[in-house]
């Protein structure tokens, strides 16, 4: 075959690859910390096996108990490499840490969940305004508050995590597609895997 069609044929080929990683529905569960998103999170990806869940990294010490595969802990050195790099669909400083979506390479079919805080959901909807944005707020300040503290974080981090929140949320209101309290985990994921099951028949 002339070389100028090999060429032809793995544009095209590209081109529908990058038609079908792009026809991946991007899930993004933001809201404010100590609101039950890793949990929610979890769950999702149990429930629904099309949801594929990103891994996230972090310049964030590991907390006690937590897994080790919560997230890839780097160094900072390493994180801005990886922005040097174009790495990240999308990165943000969270009182005093780095943390930052990598660039998602879900299998072929699958849909992508992003947990992430405001700014960086406000990086993806820029870059994709198709993105299905879930915000979820804590059914009050003390539960959140009981959360924060339940988790092991230290009173000085809760105070910075609950003040940090409160300027995410009109933001994060005001940009979502659909708020949901969390009061009750399994109603709080029915009701975003029923959204979900929307948002797929919409673009079916
Ligand atoms: P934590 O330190 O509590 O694990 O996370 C702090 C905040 O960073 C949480 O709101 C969490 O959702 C958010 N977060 C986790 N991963 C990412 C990420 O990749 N990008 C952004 N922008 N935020 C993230």
Known sequence: MQRWLVDICADLIIESCVGIVTKSLIVVVSGPGGVGKSTIVEELVKRDERLWLSRSWTT?????????????????????????????LEWTEF??????????EPP?????VLEIEVDGAQQVKQQHPEA???????PSREEQKARLHGRGDADNKVEQRLKKAEEEEPVGKALADYVLINDDLAQTVNDMLGLIAKERAKRA
């Open 132 to 138: 299905l944005l879930l915000f979820v707020l804590p």
């Open 108 to 112: 072929t079919g699958r849909d992508i």
């Open 60 to 88: 964030r010490e590991m907390r006690q108990g937590e897994a080790a595969d919560a997230y890839k802990f780097v160094t900072r050195e390493q994180f801005q490499q990886h922005i040097d790099a174009d790495g990240f």
């Open 95 to 104: 009182i005093g840490n780095l943390y930052g979506t990598p660039n998602p």
